[in-house]
């Protein structure tokens, strides 16, 4: 089983350009989300999504964009890449975000480090 | 806003001993609270998921705990190992949509050989 899968791993993009970043899950979760980690923070809320077809904005989402087609796949788009958007990007997905039980367990990919130059 | 806060940021302590990583949140409204594990340059690990209106759970070595009402939960790892060594992230579940899952900093494990 492989869970979430994230790629790349690793990617140094120049200031202006666009990448995509891939997340992909075969657990048949409905909500998937995006975070990013920075040195010494916390993990932040980029995008989430509650079913394909459905995104919404976390705690900081300038900068970039989402789209869900299917239940498995959830890419997050850099379309201008800027210095501060260099972070670790970690993809997740739940099978429910309500109610608190263990059907909320969260599960997380390997994470892509982006660098911004 | 929830925050929650892990103490201490790092610890090191000798092969065998047994160890208490501490996490602390500002709003007792909470769905469940959610250990993870990340080793360097590796994804999140889930560890223990406690709900609301548990206690405690545990997995092998690992007991988590939960006060909602204090705003505090503390993972217990007995008979401490190098393989131990890791990164403890603490996540609170206060909500659904854009609350998410809200992260403390880490506390940073080196056990000992």
């Known amino acids: 089983n492989a869970g979430v899968t994230q790629t790349p791993k690793f990617r140094i993009l120049k200031i202006g350009q666009s990448m995509t970043l891939q997340c992909t899950q075969d657990m048949n979760h409905n909500y998937m989300y995006w975070y990013r980690q920075d040195p010494g923070m916390g993990l932040k809320l980029i995008y989430y999504?509650?079913?394909?077809?459905i995104t919404d904005k976390g705690e900081v989402p300038n900068g970039y964009n989402v789209s869900r087609s299917t239940t498995e796949d959830f890419p997050l788009r850099l379309e201008l890449a800027a210095p501060s958007q260099t972070s670790v990007y970690f993809c997740?997905?739940?099978?429910?975000?309500w109610g608190g039980g263990a059907d909320t367990e969260a599960f997380f990919g390997q994470g892509t480090r982006l660098t911004v130059v | 806003k929830q925050e929650v806060t892990q103490i201490p940021a790092a610890l090191s302590v000798p092969e065998g001993e047994n160890l208490v990583l501490n996490c602390s949140f500002t709003d007792s409204a909470i769905y469940n609270l959610q250990w993870f594990r990340q080793d360097p340059g590796k994804g999140l690990t889930s560890l223990l998921l406690?709900?609301?209106?548990?206690r405690e759970q545990t997995s092998g070595r690992l007991n988590a705990s939960l006060d909602k009402s204090s705003g505090r939960s503390t993972l217990y790892i007995a008979a401490s190992q190098p393989g131990d060594s890791a990164t403890y992230l603490c996540?609170?579940?206060?909500?659904?949509?854009?609350?998410?899952?809200?992260f403390g900093k880490g506390t940073h494990l080196i056990i000992q050989p």
């Open positions: 996540a609170v579940h206060s909500g659904g949509g854009a609350d998410g899952l809200t």
């Open positions: 999504s509650v079913g394909a077809g």
């Open positions: 406690i709900q609301s209106s548990q």
């Open positions: 997740a997905s739940s099978y429910s975000m």
